[in-house]
Protein backbone atom coordinates (compact mmCIF):
# COMPACT_ATOMS: atom_id res chain seq x y z
CA UNK A 1 0.00 0.00 0.00
CA UNK A 2 1.27 3.25 -1.51
CA UNK A 3 2.46 6.00 1.87
CA UNK A 4 -0.28 9.22 2.24
CA UNK A 5 0.30 11.24 0.07
CA UNK A 6 1.84 14.75 1.03
CA UNK A 7 -0.91 16.61 -1.03
CA UNK A 8 -4.55 15.90 -1.47
CA UNK A 9 -4.76 13.48 -4.28
CA UNK A 10 -7.64 14.23 -6.81
CA UNK A 11 -8.12 11.51 -9.10
CA UNK A 12 -10.44 12.93 -12.47
CA UNK A 13 -12.18 10.33 -14.01
CA UNK A 14 -13.71 9.44 -17.87
CA UNK A 15 -14.37 6.52 -19.90
CA UNK A 16 -11.56 6.39 -22.30
CA UNK A 17 -8.68 9.01 -20.75
CA UNK A 18 -7.81 10.40 -24.10
CA UNK A 19 -9.78 13.73 -24.10
CA UNK A 20 -11.44 15.88 -21.28
CA UNK A 21 -9.76 13.95 -18.22
CA UNK A 22 -6.51 14.94 -19.44
CA UNK A 23 -7.71 18.75 -20.53
CA UNK A 24 -8.76 18.66 -16.53
CA UNK A 25 -5.93 16.98 -15.02
CA UNK A 26 -3.60 19.48 -16.82
CA UNK A 27 -5.41 22.68 -15.86
CA UNK A 28 -6.24 21.56 -12.74
CA UNK A 29 -1.96 20.23 -11.92
CA UNK A 30 -1.53 23.88 -13.50
CA UNK A 31 -3.87 25.62 -11.39
CA UNK A 32 -3.36 23.83 -8.00
CA UNK A 33 -0.49 21.46 -8.48
CA UNK A 34 1.30 22.88 -5.37
CA UNK A 35 -2.10 21.59 -3.29
CA UNK A 36 -2.90 18.79 -4.79
CA UNK A 37 -1.80 15.65 -6.42
CA UNK A 38 -3.42 15.91 -9.41
CA UNK A 39 -3.93 12.47 -11.42
CA UNK A 40 -6.33 11.52 -14.57
CA UNK A 41 -7.37 7.78 -15.65
CA UNK A 42 -10.31 6.03 -17.57
CA UNK A 43 -12.73 3.13 -16.50
CA UNK A 44 -11.79 1.84 -20.45
CA UNK A 45 -8.80 3.49 -21.47
CA UNK A 46 -8.18 4.45 -24.52
CA UNK A 47 -4.47 3.73 -24.56
CA UNK A 48 -3.27 6.91 -26.20
CA UNK A 49 -4.24 10.69 -25.39
CA UNK A 50 -5.83 12.93 -28.25
CA UNK A 51 -4.12 14.65 -30.35
CA UNK A 52 -6.70 17.12 -30.79
CA UNK A 53 -6.73 17.57 -27.09
CA UNK A 54 -3.06 18.17 -26.80
CA UNK A 55 -3.20 20.84 -29.12
CA UNK A 56 -6.22 22.02 -27.63
CA UNK A 57 -4.29 22.66 -24.59
CA UNK A 58 -1.29 23.80 -25.99
CA UNK A 59 -3.33 26.87 -27.71
CA UNK A 60 -3.70 28.09 -24.27
CA UNK A 61 -0.60 27.27 -22.45
CA UNK A 62 -0.33 23.98 -21.14
CA UNK A 63 1.28 21.03 -22.07
CA UNK A 64 0.01 17.50 -21.90
CA UNK A 65 2.19 15.81 -24.74
CA UNK A 66 4.07 13.72 -21.85
CA UNK A 67 0.69 12.69 -20.59
CA UNK A 68 -0.61 8.42 -21.17
CA UNK A 69 -4.14 7.01 -20.94
CA UNK A 70 -4.34 4.93 -17.79
CA UNK A 71 -6.52 3.10 -15.97
CA UNK A 72 -8.41 4.09 -13.04
CA UNK A 73 -7.36 0.17 -11.48
CA UNK A 74 -3.99 2.04 -11.17
CA UNK A 75 -5.41 3.91 -8.29
CA UNK A 76 -7.05 0.91 -6.46
CA UNK A 77 -4.31 0.97 -3.93
CA UNK A 78 -3.74 5.17 -3.50
CA UNK A 79 -5.60 7.52 -1.19
CA UNK A 80 -7.63 9.34 -3.29
CA UNK A 81 -9.39 12.26 -1.47
CA UNK A 82 -11.35 13.29 -3.98
CA UNK A 83 -12.98 12.19 -7.13
CA UNK A 84 -14.15 13.79 -10.37
CA UNK A 85 -16.23 12.13 -13.12
CA UNK A 86 -16.11 14.23 -15.96
CA UNK A 87 -18.48 11.76 -18.05
CA UNK A 88 -21.95 9.76 -17.04
CA UNK A 89 -19.97 5.88 -18.29
CA UNK A 90 -17.16 7.07 -15.35
CA UNK A 91 -19.71 8.17 -13.33
CA UNK A 92 -21.46 4.91 -13.22
CA UNK A 93 -18.26 3.00 -13.34
CA UNK A 94 -16.37 5.06 -10.49
CA UNK A 95 -15.29 2.46 -7.89
CA UNK A 96 -15.08 3.94 -4.17
CA UNK A 97 -11.10 4.83 -3.77
CA UNK A 98 -9.41 3.76 -0.37
CA UNK A 99 -9.36 7.17 1.79
CA UNK A 100 -11.89 8.48 -0.90
CA UNK A 101 -13.88 11.70 0.84
CA UNK A 102 -15.66 14.03 -1.71
CA UNK A 103 -16.99 12.81 -4.99
CA UNK A 104 -18.04 15.06 -7.94
CA UNK A 105 -19.89 14.76 -11.05
CA UNK A 106 -18.91 17.52 -13.64
CA UNK A 107 -19.82 15.35 -17.29
CA UNK A 108 -18.69 17.58 -20.08
CA UNK A 109 -19.84 16.42 -23.93
CA UNK A 110 -16.75 14.04 -25.62
CA UNK A 111 -14.96 16.18 -27.98
CA UNK A 112 -13.83 13.09 -29.70
CA UNK A 113 -16.95 12.35 -31.04
CA UNK A 114 -17.21 15.51 -32.70
CA UNK A 115 -18.07 15.36 -36.97
CA UNK A 116 -17.10 17.82 -39.51
CA UNK A 117 -14.12 19.66 -40.74
CA UNK A 118 -11.04 19.60 -39.39
CA UNK A 119 -11.53 23.06 -38.27
CA UNK A 120 -15.49 22.43 -37.04
CA UNK A 121 -13.76 18.86 -34.66
CA UNK A 122 -11.08 21.33 -33.68
CA UNK A 123 -13.85 23.63 -32.81
CA UNK A 124 -15.61 21.16 -30.63
CA UNK A 125 -12.28 20.44 -28.76
CA UNK A 126 -11.78 24.42 -28.03
CA UNK A 127 -15.23 24.93 -26.73
CA UNK A 128 -15.14 22.04 -24.55
CA UNK A 129 -11.71 23.09 -23.31
CA UNK A 130 -13.00 25.85 -22.53
CA UNK A 131 -15.81 24.93 -20.04
CA UNK A 132 -13.94 22.28 -18.30
CA UNK A 133 -11.13 25.48 -18.11
CA UNK A 134 -13.95 27.51 -16.62
CA UNK A 135 -14.99 24.61 -14.05
CA UNK A 136 -11.56 23.26 -13.40
CA UNK A 137 -10.09 26.81 -12.25
CA UNK A 138 -13.10 27.58 -10.14
CA UNK A 139 -12.11 24.76 -8.13
CA UNK A 140 -8.40 25.05 -7.62
CA UNK A 141 -9.78 28.61 -6.49
CA UNK A 142 -12.29 26.94 -3.88
CA UNK A 143 -9.67 24.79 -2.88
CA UNK A 144 -6.80 27.04 -2.38
CA UNK A 145 -9.85 28.93 -0.19
CA UNK A 146 -9.95 25.60 1.90
CA UNK A 147 -13.60 24.59 -0.06
CA UNK A 148 -13.59 20.79 -1.34
CA UNK A 149 -16.81 21.10 -3.21
Excluded at 57 to 64: P, Q
Excluded at 121 to 137: G, H, M, P, Y
Aim: with cysteine.
Amino acid sequence: MNAPASKPRVLILCTGNSCRSHMAEGILRAAAGDILEVHSAGSQPSGFVHPKAISALAEIGFDISSHTSKSMNDFLDRDIETVITVCGNAEQACPVFPGQVHRHHWPFDDPAHATGTEEEILAEFRRVRDEIQTAFLAYAARRRNGRTA
